[in-house]
């Protein structure tokens, strides 16, 4: 791993926009040498075929897997993990030892143009909860070098 400051052996990336947050992600995890993990697809895999877990076994069971995987997930050294919003509201205490939390703030404008309607929605909320759960909140204007550049620059300054 390359220095990054005083950080865990794994980083945690959130952003509003599962698309955008998960190629920056998958993007720092290549610079820094980590492995690249997104939750959403460990649950995928962990539980194959989500939609017939739910309408067999229930919800409350299809959460108790997707639990679990999470929890394994929490566990990965060397690497970047990438949750989506809803994975990590629901989960976060799962994820309190992993250090930085990083959000990738986008602009409600961006999003808008991401045609992303729930998080537009619910903007201020969602952005209040990522920013009062994160270790470190940086303003990207979207999946592209200079975004990487200034997520880079932050992580030296911790």
Request: net charge positive; hydrophobic share 40%.
């Amino acid at each position: 791993m390359k220095k990054v400051g005083k950080v865990g052996t794994s980083l945690l990336v959130l952003c509003l926009n599962e698309k955008i947050g998960k190629k920056l992600a998958n993007s720092l995890a290549d610079v820094l040498g980590l492995h690249f993990a997104s939750g959403r697809e460990i649950v995928a895999y962990e539980l194959f075929d989500e939609n017939d877990i739910i309408q067999k076994c229930g919800i409350a069971y299809f959460k108790k897997r997707e639990k679990s995987a999470l929890k394994g997930l929490a566990l990965y050294e060397d690497s970047v993990i990438f949750l989506t919003y809803d994975l990590f509201v629901n989960n976060k205490s799962i994820f309190k030892k992993i250090y930085p939390k990083i959000y990738l703030k986008l602009s409600k404008e961006k999003l808008e143009k991401q045609k992303d309607t729930i998080n537009v929605l619910a903007f201020e909320e969602r952005d209040k909860l990522l920013l009062e759960n994160s270790d470190l909140s940086i303003s990207v204007s979207g999946d592209n070098k200079n975004s990487l550049t200034k997520i880079l620059k932050e992580l030296n300054n911790l």
